[in-house]
């Protein structure tokens, strides 16, 4: 087995025991330097493919279980089933847990943190200290959080960025909970739309979300998830 993918395999292995492991009281915000990340399929190519991001989440305090995909190439690999702990559910519990905490929302666009920023107040969270859409160098993110040193920092710019640029932050040495959540700022401020209920209790989110953005997601849902399977198979046969 390569270095690579003894790596994408420890990825794996901790997922595992992070979600199992999972629990709010392990965050405090302000109180020390903390990473919470979420790895599906997509993140699973990402690991394979680039070193820096692997090396981010393999790292991390805590990495979560997001998606179905996951859980069968975990199965594949024989570890054990966990929670689906993904970032859209999960952020707003973590939120609500330290609803006093200061708060930044970084990444996705200025529409979606205008209607995102009017929900977190009437959330209660009144310490929001930074809305920023996902378009800076991350230069500038870098000085903004050496400034404002927020107690939570939600980064949702999409793998691999916001895990690379969680790691430059962590490395400016403050002492808060980042957390990378993709998509999340747009499905909590209703900028884009979730799947009803019934279709999030039979585990087809992912095709509501393909077919609302289907040039956005159509690789990743076909071409991709090919990849990712043909990845969780090679680390089956020499794992």
């Not at 794996?12 to 629990?23: G, M, N, P, T, Y």
């Not at 995102?116 to 009437?122: D, I, K, T, Y």
């Not at 009144?126 to 859409?133: C, G, Q, R």
């Not at 980042?178 to 992912?206: D, K, T, Y």
């Amino acid at each position: 087995m390569t270095q690579a993918d003894a790596e994408l395999l420890e990825v794996l292995r901790k997922v595992e025991r992070d979600s199992l492991a999972w629990s709010l009281d392990q965050l405090h915000p302000g109180k020390g330097a903390q990473r919470l990340m979420f790895l599906n399929a997509h993140g699973v190519n990402c690991a394979a493919e680039n070193t820096g991001f692997r090396q981010q989440v393999l790292h991390s305090e805590f990495l979560l279980r997001d998606g179905v995909g996951l859980a069968k190439g975990m199965q594949r690999l024989g570890l054990q089933e966990t929670e689906n702990l993904n970032g859209t559910d999960l952020i707003p519990k973590v939120l609500a847990h330290h609803r006093s905490a200061r708060l930044a929302v970084w990444g996705s666009s200025e529409e979606a943190l205008e209607k995102l920023g009017v929900r977190l107040r009437e959330d209660g969270h009144d310490a929001l200290v930074s809305l920023e859409h996902g378009f800076h160098e991350d230069a500038f993110y870098v000085e903004k959080y050496r400034t404002l040193q927020p107690d939570i920092l939600v980064l949702c710019m999409g793998m691999p960025r916001q895990e690379l640029l969680a790691g430059k932050l962590l490395s400016d040495k403050g002492d808060g909970l980042i957390i990378c959540g993709g998509g999340w700022a747009n499905f909590h401020s209703g900028h884009i739309p979730r799947a009803p209920l019934w279709v999030q209790r039979m585990r087809l989110e992912w095709l509501h979300r393909l077919s609302r953005e289907p040039l956005r997601l159509g690789r990743r849902y076909t071409i991709d998830i090919v990849r990712y399977f043909m990845h969780i198979r090679r680390l089956s046969q020499r794992a």
